[in-house]
């Protein structure tokens, strides 16, 4: 932990962490050393990890990288700290990340971007950590702490544990409980962990996960003991290899990494069969239309009134500019385009030519992906991003839609509910890790993560 608090402060220019608690690690690390002198060692006991800023942590501002949450400090502890926190890991602080985790750059938070640690080969451009669990893959990628928390709605963890070489796995939608998790898209959202080794996301799944009455879609089932399930042996097992996915315009290194794994499945036993995903295509404006709707609605509560930032106000402004003026100071550019396009969305004239569309499409999406399971296929290999770490700007320059497109290969799996996780595989002609993505059968994490152990 005091190696990590040093590593942390001699490491501010990456701005991974937004805000630091010294003295919480310091009494938990010392906690921990209590149980384990007593003969008692949790899962996490003594491992110092970084937290998301999107979990509400008591007492310890949790803003989720916004404005308008500022002075925010929760009188409780969302269950996943929570959980963590009693298998003994030792928060070091919060991680910076997206506002209210809606990019794929960290160039949206109010704390201004995290920056990845990794540069390419003779060139010194600082390049985005990815989004929005941005902090948390720098962190992890910068050893500041052996492990951080994510979330991920449409690609946060498993994009930017791309593009900083780190492991990231989303869990069936259901396996964390939400509850306390600051809310971007209900439907959509999940959190998992970003480490670096299969085995340590094994680790730190199983103490993030719990049936929580408190969120009514967190499932009753029991959690397995996924470390103890790493065997490395996917002999038999079928691996299917989605046509749809090989999109226009893929790099080369792109096309060479996704063959390279297929070869490392095949050597390691497995079988690996095409297959086709037919509405892929539908993917992204379908979660486009989606994730902005279910956002215009969870952010309406931030109207100044019950926590956060309120707006000065002129003589004579009543209410009605009391919360204009708060959201339009209180949120960002990436945000207040969401709350528009949402609440266009779901608007009395649009509403079925959008949403319900959207949600057809959905349930075409999660059709394709039983199809598949169903015809035997054990696990599915895809690349996890299109590309490696890019430049600051280089993608917001242009315009939103730029950014969009970066997640193409992971929205389908919070569309569909799935676990999915992203493996370190290879290097781009530069030097920068890439990485793939694996997708599983609905609650067999096991699974999934024991075919990632055969790709590391
Ligand atoms: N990049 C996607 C978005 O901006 C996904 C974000 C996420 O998973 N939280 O919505």
């Known amino acids: 932990t005091e190696a990590c608090l040093k590593a942390i402060d001699a490491a501010d220019v990456l701005n991974a962490f937004v805000h630091k608690t010294p003295e919480i690690a ?20 003594g491992l110092p990890i970084g937290m998301k800023d999107l979990f509400c942590t008591e007492g310890v501002p949790s803003q989720a990288a916004s ?17 963590l ?46 989004g929005s669990s941005g902090g948390s893959a720098a962190a992890v990628a910068a050893d500041l702490c052996l492990a951080a928390t994510g979330t991920d709605t449409g690609g946060s963890i498993r994009q930017p544990a791309a593009l900083t070489g780190t492991v990231g796995i989303k869990p ?42 408190k ?32 999109v226009e315009g893929m790099p080369a290194e792109i096309e060479k990494l996704w063959n390279d794994g297929t070869e ?40 100044g009134v019950r926590y956060g930032h309120r707006a000065k106000l002129a003589q004579g402004d009543g209410i009605t500019e009391m919360y204009e003026k708060t959201r339009a100071e209180g949120f960002g550019d990436e945000v207040q385009r969401r709350v528009m396009v949402g609440t266009y969305v779901l608007s009395a004239g649009f509403y079925d030519a959008y949403y319900n569309r959207a949600r057809k499409v959905r349930t075409l999406i999660k059709r394709d992906f039983e199809q598949a399971f169903a015809a035997g296929v054990d696990a599915i290999l895809t690349p996890a991003t299109p590309s490696a770490a890019f430049g600051l700007g280089e ?33 781009d002609a530069q030097g920068l890790p ?23």
């Open 215 to 246: 969120d009514s879609t967190s499932a009753d089932l029991a959690v397995p003991d996924f470390e103890s399930l790493l065997s490395g042996d996917i002999r038999g097992k079928t691996i299917g290899i989605p046509r749809e996915y090989r």
């Open 264 to 303: 490392m499945l095949k050597a390691a036993g497995a079988k690996v069969v095409d297959i086709s995903l037919p509405h892929t295509k539908y993917a992204l404006p379908a979660y486009y239309v989606i994730a902005p709707a279910e956002a215009s609605s969870n952010l309406a509560r931030y109207d």
């Open 434 to 456: 890439l990485g793939l993505q694996l997708i599983g059968r609905p609650w067999e994490e096991a699974d999934l993560l024991n075919t990632a152990l055969a790709l590391e």
């Open 172 to 213: 069936t939608y259901g396996r964390c409980s939400r509850w306390g998790i600051i809310a971007f898209a209900s439907s959509l959202d999940q959190a998992g962990p970003m480490t670096k080794s299969v085995r340590d996301a094994a680790i730190m799944l199983g103490a993030m996960c719990s049936h929580d009455p």
């Open 67 to 83: 404005r308008i949450l500022d002075g925010f400090r929760p009188e409780y502890e969302s269950t996943v700290s929570a959980n």
């Open 395 to 427: 993608m917001t320059e242009a315009d939103p839609v730029q950014m969009y497109l970066l997640d193409v290969f992971t929205v389908t799996v919070n569309l569909a509910g799935l676990p999915g996780i992203t493996v370190p595989t290879g290097r």
């Open 85 to 130: 926190r009693d298998a003994g890991a030792v928060m070091l602080g919060k991680l910076n990340m997206d506002e209210f985790a809606m990019g794929s750059s960290n160039e949206t938070s109010a704390y201004g971007n995290a920056i990845n640690p990794w540069r390419r080969d003779g060139d010194d451009t600082a390049l985005t950590p990815g």
């Open 26 to 45: 310091m009494e938990r690390a010392r906690a921990a050393d209590a149980r384990l002198q007593a003969g008692d060692a949790p899962a996490m006991c």
